[in-house]
């Protein structure tokens, strides 16, 4: 085929071509997508309103929650419209669009996971110079960087992408993921960005370790609390953050950690679906139901609303 890197939509598979299953897949997905967004504008609303939740972890926690957004913002929407509209194109520009959003707001995601290890390593094992160490101005230093690196990251890797021509326009994905893009290239400068991936994968393998041994130094000191009580209530602010990064990871690693000559199948998108939209609607339930601060803020906000509610009614 013709040079198509100059091509004005590529062309995104759909989940099923019978209209009933497509409907049903717009509406299952406005569920999700609303339940992430609510859940973690929620978060972020009882977080900023609570002035004892201004600490560096709920600060953290924060900006994950917008990171959360972000991510199933670039992915769902589209995804919806397509079903709902029965159109599968996506215009070029669209496509560099999906790509950048979302390695800038999933790579802020997984470092700024990385980060949150970190402070709980400070917190549990180093609690007396824990105001020392994560200070205000280290923590929007941290972000901060967290923010620049992942642009960084996500140019190069939007860049190493299309710079590719194309000799396809089916994207075997429901929505512009670089691996599935890489396997419809027709030059070899697609070997470029496969070492990007590769390089970055190592860094994001790095990480992973990072996160597993400072969790290993945790839980050993946990261990060494005399009370059962302090045991629990340590543990209540790491598992959440454990169990996100374990979903992220897990179904992240499977999707980036296979060449990108691998076959597209219904278990890609499966995991695609899993990796893309399932962390971000989940991540508020699962830092609200084992924190009773987060709780408590929560029960205080909707109390706020109604009476203000009831207020304007009555």
């Given at each position: 085929?013709?040079?198509?890197?100059?091509?004005?939509?590529?062309?995104?598979?759909?989940?099923?071509?019978?209209?009933?299953?497509?409907?049903?897949?717009?509406?299952?997905?406005?569920?999700?997508?609303?339940?992430a967004i609510i859940g973690n504008l929620l978060l972020v609303l009882a977080i900023a309103l609570s002035h004892h939740l201004h600490t560096p972890m709920y600060f953290f926690l924060i900006n994950l929650a917008m990171m959360d957004i972000g991510i199933i913002s670039v992915i769902v929407p589209k995804s919806m419209a397509?079903?709902?509209?029965?159109?599968?194109?996506?215009?070029?520009?669209?496509?560099?669009?999906?790509?950048?959003?979302?390695?800038?707001?999933?790579?802020?995601?997984?470092?700024?996971?990385?980060?949150?290890?970190h402070d709980r390593y400070v917190a549990i094992c180093n609690p007396l110079?824990?105001?020392?160490?994560?200070?205000?101005?280290?923590?929007?230093?941290?972000?901060?960087?967290?923010?620049?690196?992942?642009?960084?990251?996500?140019?190069?890797?939007?860049?190493?992408?299309?710079?590719?021509?194309?000799?396809?326009?089916?994207?075997k994905q429901f929505f512009c993921e670089v691996p599935t893009l890489l396997k419809i290239s027709c030059t070899d400068l697609y070997l470029v960005e496969v070492g990007?991936?590769?390089?970055?994968?190592?860094?994001?393998?790095?990480?992973?370790?990072?996160?597993?041994?400072?969790?290993?130094?945790?839980?050993?000191?946990v261990l060494k609390i005399p009370s059962v009580h302090g045991q629990k209530k340590a543990l209540s602010t790491c598992l959440p953050h454990l169990t996100v990064v374990s979903v992220f990871m897990c179904t992240g690693?499977?999707?980036?950690?296979?060449?990108?000559?691998?076959?597209?199948?219904?278990?890609?998108?499966a995991f695609a679906v899993i990796y893309t939209i399932i962390p971000?609607?989940?991540?508020?339930?699962?830092?609200?139901?084992?924190?009773k601060e987060i709780k408590t803020a929560l029960w205080k906000l909707f109390d706020h609303s109604s009476k203000s509610f009831s207020r304007v009614v009555f």
């Open positions: 085929m013709h040079n198509q890197t100059s091509m004005p939509t590529f062309l995104l598979m759909g989940f099923s071509e019978i209209r009933e299953l497509q409907i049903l897949h717009f509406f299952v997905f406005l569920a999700l997508y609303l339940t397509i079903s709902l509209l029965n159109s599968r194109w996506i215009s070029y520009f669209g496509c560099v669009t999906q790509v950048f959003l979302y390695f800038l707001f999933g790579t802020s995601d997984f470092l700024l996971l990385t980060i949150m290890a110079q824990y105001e020392t160490i994560m200070h205000k101005g280290a923590c929007v230093q941290m972000v901060a960087i967290v923010w620049v690196t992942s642009l960084l990251y996500a140019i190069l890797h939007t860049c190493g992408t299309f710079a590719n021509t194309f000799c396809s326009i089916a994207v990007f991936l590769v390089i970055s994968c190592s860094i994001a393998v790095g990480c992973f370790i990072f996160i597993v041994i400072t969790y290993m130094q945790i839980f050993s000191t690693f499977f999707a980036y950690l296979r060449p990108p000559t691998y076959a597209s199948s219904d278990l890609d998108v971000p609607t989940l991540n508020p339930f699962i830092y609200s139901m084992r924190n």
